[in-house]
């Protein structure tokens, strides 16, 4: 007992270095090695293992109130990742602080088997980028648009590349049951193909400015313009 109402207990290590304080109302550390909870073989500084879904929680004991989560360099203000939740407003932040002249990527990976794919990478001029299949259940904004209840509402062009590939983009219905039309670029002709499930490239643009109508254009009536 160190007071009336206070207690710490020491422990040291046989060159007489301490290594251990539990203080009832002061710091209290742990300097000897890992520590485990749960295991009596920690592979980390802090290993915790059990059985069903171990779980770890930083919460604030006031209502309302914030708690983060802190990784990084000994300067964290400046090199270090921040989790935070925000009680006040429900918001969660995800912040990455890096005070250097080059700035920093946020990487989101996956892997499976061998190395891990690139599932989604934030670049540090905000753009986005997609390496993996995503879904969202609302809608999106690009670009500073607002998402206006469209699915995606961009206020920049919006780029579709496939090196080597065949790129569509698909208006219709269902894709399930051929109900589509598509614009398509044909790598093997340089043209752009426009048409429906069944017919592909029935309107054909080349990159000399030549057109290919394979249908007819009729008016109202049911007259085709072509004959």
Known sequence: RQSANNALIRAY?????????LHTAGETYFNGGNVGIGTSTPDFLLDVESTGTPTFCVRNSAASGDAKVIIGEPNTAAYGLELKWKGATGDAYYDNHYDHSVN?????????AGTPLLA???NPDATTLFG??????????????????????SAKDIKIIDSGGDPRLLLGDTTSGGDYCQVQWDSSTDAMWLGTDTDPDTLILDESSNATFAGKITTSAGTNLLD
């Open 13 to 21: 290590a046989d060159g007489g270095a301490q290594k251990i304080a």
């Open 104 to 112: 920093p990527h946020m990487y989101f990976r996956m892997r499976t």
């Open 120 to 122: 989604l990478t934030i």
């Open 132 to 153: 993996y299949s995503a879904t969202f259940a609302g809608t999106i904004g690009v670009g500073g648009a607002t998402a206006d209840g469209y699915g995606i509402n």
